[in-house]
Structure formats: C-alpha cells, structure tokens
C-alpha cells in the first residue's frame, strides 16, 4: 500500500519530480533519499534554479577556481551545470532502467538564443546530449513552432526532449504532432522506440496570474452585481485550460495511428505541469496539484510544494474531471473579453523573455562570484 501523499499520486499515475537541482543535494545524499523515500522519478533544472546555487554558499567554488583559464563565463556555467545534470542522471538511473524508459529523467535547457530557429535549436540539443552522455538526460527545447520542428527532428534522431514554456491548447497540439510525426520518422529509418522520452511542459499558475489581474482590472471598473460575476471567474482558468489540454492528449494518444507506433514499443508523451507553486496566498497551496491527477501525467513541483503535498495533499483523480465546465469556464470568460489566445500569446513572449533575463542574470552573477575568487582574467562572453 502506498505509504504517503507522494506514494499515492505515483500509484494513481502521476509521476513526481522535483523541480530543483544544487549541488548540495546531489552530494549530501538528499537526493537519492527522496528518490528512494518519496517516489521522486525525475528532475528539471533550468537557469533561474542555478543562478539561486551559485548566488548561495559555495558548493561551486572550488570547481570554478580550479576550471581552466580563457573560459567565457557561459562556458564555465555549461561545465558546471553538466556535472550537476550528469550526476543527478546518474542518482536516477535505477529509476530509469526499472520503468524501462518512462521514468528517471533530468532536464537540461538550450540558450534562450535558439529559442525561434530550429536549425539551431536541434544543432544545440545534440551538443548538449553528447555533453551530458547520459541515456536518461533530457534536452529543453521551447515550444515555439519553430521548437516543434526541432522537436520532430530531435525525436527521429532518438533525443529524449522536454518541451517547455507551453501554455495554450493550441501549441501543445502542435508539440504532440510533431513528436507522433518524429516517431514515425524514427520508424522509416528503422530507429527503435523504446528509448525514446517526451514531455510536454504545460505551465499552470501563470495562467491564472494574468487572467486574474485582467478580471481585477474589470472588477476596478464594474458595478456591484458585475463585480460579483467577475469575481467567481477569478483563480479557475490554468486548471481549465489544463484539463483541456489533457483531452486533447487523450484523443492524440488513441486510435490507430498511435497503436502503430505503441506495438513498436513507444511511448506517450506525457503532459508536465509546470509553474504548480501558487502565486496567490489567497489560493490552495496545493491546488494546482491536487486538481489535476491523473495517468500518464508529470508534476514538477519546487521543494515547497513536495514539502505542502506531503503534508496536507488529498489524491484524488481529477485531471479528466469537469472537462465540460472547463470549456464553460474559459467561454465565460471570452464573453467577458478576455481571449485565453491573448493571455496565452502574451505568457509566452514574457516567458521567452524571462527565459533569456535568467540566462543573463546567471551569466552577470557567474562573473561576480568568478572575481571573488581572483579570476580576473576570464574572458567576457
């Protein structure tokens, strides 16, 4: 029997991973702990995560004092980051040899500067791949279109990848076509399937933060009675938008041509809900969470949310539920003027955005923390 909140999301099919990597935890034996502790099967890194480690205490300066001279700051943040995915890789490759390939998997980002050019991108994913060396690492790539096509082609070529930064039905649409499509690639060159992993990385709170601030915005201006109607919209559109995109994972992941590439050992790309701390104190710490369990499904959750679940979480499957509502929910709010396409197109143009300010932030912070230790003379970006 399941033995805490965290056993039981992983028995109901919702695998856990920790969205958080240091090097203390790596090295202290906490990591391995919770994988064997808490059902933990995965983990994603990305900068913002990094720059927070290198900012605090000195888990890297011997490793940066010691790199060799005339590295630019991005390629000593590169050394770095792939020791810590390569051995966070190797803490969870039990995990990934027992699930035969759908569990155990560690993220690693490309530059926010490839972001709309998939030439680039899939050049960059390989590099990464053949850096790292590791079956289990998973390459980030952002689900632009032009990340989708890199996506297609990076599945063919037998790259395990996580699309990131997805927030409308409409762009996970197109990321799972064109992972079936480079499956079907992979199969016409007689590639195997089995080793072959995805994720779609769905980000949840973000949604609600900005349809939220849109409905204050109306709620400023409204009579009482339209204040009151407003108000009941607020804080319910990421899980919507959420469960629809989930619906659509099950029509995508059905039907013949999928049991096509299933009997040749493939597997589903898996919905990930990212972004699932709340930004609202007046919300459910756990909400984001505990309103969307179910198979076949990822949540990655920052330590404080591992932390929250564990100790209040209810488990109940839920991600399928109110699938009618959710479409209601979203129509309501687009007779209130609010297009879940704007609010989707805006949340990734500031995401990418964010996305290249983390790089920077951590590259300027790398450089600060490099000349406390007397390394003058490393060469600029």
């Given at each position: 029997m399941p033995h805490s909140r965290l056993h039981k999301l992983h028995a109901a099919g919702q695998s856990v991973w920790l969205d958080y990597i240091d090097r203390t935890i790596l090295s202290d034996g906490a990591l391995t702990?919770?994988?064997?502790?808490?059902?933990?099967?995965?983990?994603?890194?990305?900068?913002?995560?990094?720059?927070?480690?290198?900012?605090?205490?000195?888990?890297?300066?011997?490793?940066?004092?010691?790199?060799?001279?005339?590295?630019?700051?991005?390629?000593?943040?590169?050394?770095?980051?792939?020791?810590?995915?390569?051995?966070?890789?190797?803490?969870?490759?039990?995990?990934?040899?027992?699930?035969?390939?759908?569990?155990?998997?560690?993220?690693?980002?490309?530059?926010?500067?490839?972001?709309?050019?998939?030439?680039?991108?899939?050049e960059e994913a390989h590099r990464l791949w053949k850096l790292v060396n590791r079956p289990n690492v998973m390459i980030k790539v952002p689900g632009t279109d032009e990340g989708s096509k890199a996506l297609r082609r990076?599945?063919?070529d037998g790259l395990n990848v996580n699309v990131t930064l997805l927030f409308s039905v409409e762009a996970y649409g197109?990321?799972?076509?064109?992972?079936?499509?480079?499956?079907?690639?992979?199969?016409?060159?007689?590639?195997?399937?089995?080793?072959?992993?995805?994720?779609?990385?769905?980000?949840?709170?973000?949604?609600?933060?900005?349809?939220?601030?849109?409905?204050?915005?109306?709620?400023?201006?409204?009579?009482?009675?339209?204040?009151?109607?407003?108000?009941?919209?607020?804080?319910?559109?990421a899980i919507a938008n959420a469960k629809l995109a989930y619906a659509l994972f099950q029509r995508q992941f059905a039907g013949e041509r999928w049991d096509k590439l299933r009997a040749r050992a493939a597997?589903?790309?898996?919905?990930?809900?990212?972004?699932?701390?709340?930004?609202?104190?007046?919300?459910?710490?756990?909400?984001?969470?505990?309103q969307l369990v179910g198979p076949d499904t990822v949540n990655t959750m920052p330590p404080n949310v591992i932390t929250a679940f564990q100790d209040h979480g209810d488990v109940v499957r839920t991600v399928d539920k109110g699938v009618d509502e959710a479409r209601e929910l979203l129509q309501a709010l687009a007779s209130e003027g609010i297009s879940m396409s704007?609010?989707?197109?805006?949340?990734?143009?500031?995401?990418?955005?964010?996305?290249?300010?983390?790089?920077?932030?951590?590259?300027?912070g790398l450089s600060n923390k490099l000349r406390s230790l007397g390394r003058e003379t490393v060469a600029a970006v």
């Amino acid at each position: 029997m399941p033995h805490s909140r965290l056993h039981k999301l992983h028995a109901a099919g919702q695998s856990v991973w920790l969205d958080y990597i240091d090097r203390t935890i790596l090295s202290d034996g906490a990591l391995t702990r919770q994988i064997a502790d808490d059902a933990l099967t995965g983990m994603t890194s990305n900068p913002t995560i990094f720059e927070k480690a290198l900012a605090t205490g000195t888990a890297y300066d011997a490793q940066l004092a010691s790199a060799p001279d005339g590295l630019t700051p991005w390629q000593l943040f590169e050394l770095i980051e792939s020791d810590d995915v390569r051995t966070a890789c190797d803490q969870f490759r039990s995990v990934y040899e027992q699930s035969g390939g759908t569990g155990g998997y560690v993220s690693i980002e490309v530059s926010p500067n490839v972001a709309n050019d998939a030439d680039a991108t899939v050049e960059e994913a390989h590099r990464l791949w053949k850096l790292v060396n590791r079956p289990n690492v998973m390459i980030k790539v952002p689900g632009t279109d032009e990340g989708s096509k890199a996506l297609r082609r990076l599945i063919a070529d037998g790259l395990n990848v996580n699309v990131t930064l997805l927030f409308s039905v409409e762009a996970y649409g197109r990321v799972a076509e064109a992972y079936l499509a480079g499956l079907e690639d992979r199969v016409k060159t007689g590639g195997d399937l089995h080793r072959v992993g995805s994720v779609a990385s769905f980000f949840i709170s973000r949604v609600d933060s900005e349809v939220d601030a849109r409905l204050d915005a109306m709620i400023a201006e409204a009579d009482d009675a339209s204040r009151s109607r407003l108000g009941a919209l607020k804080g319910k559109a990421a899980i919507a938008n959420a469960k629809l995109a989930y619906a659509l994972f099950q029509r995508q992941f059905a039907g013949e041509r999928w049991d096509k590439l299933r009997a040749r050992a493939a597997h589903v790309q898996r919905p990930l809900w990212a972004s699932t701390s709340t930004k609202n104190p007046s919300y459910r710490d756990v909400m984001y969470v505990e309103q969307l369990v179910g198979p076949d499904t990822v949540n990655t959750m920052p330590p404080n949310v591992i932390t929250a679940f564990q100790d209040h979480g209810d488990v109940v499957r839920t991600v399928d539920k109110g699938v009618d509502e959710a479409r209601e929910l979203l129509q309501a709010l687009a007779s209130e003027g609010i297009s879940m396409s704007s609010v989707t197109d805006k949340l990734l143009i500031e995401g990418l955005a964010s996305f290249q300010k983390s790089f920077d932030t951590l590259l300027s912070g790398l450089s600060n923390k490099l000349r406390s230790l007397g390394r003058e003379t490393v060469a600029a970006v």
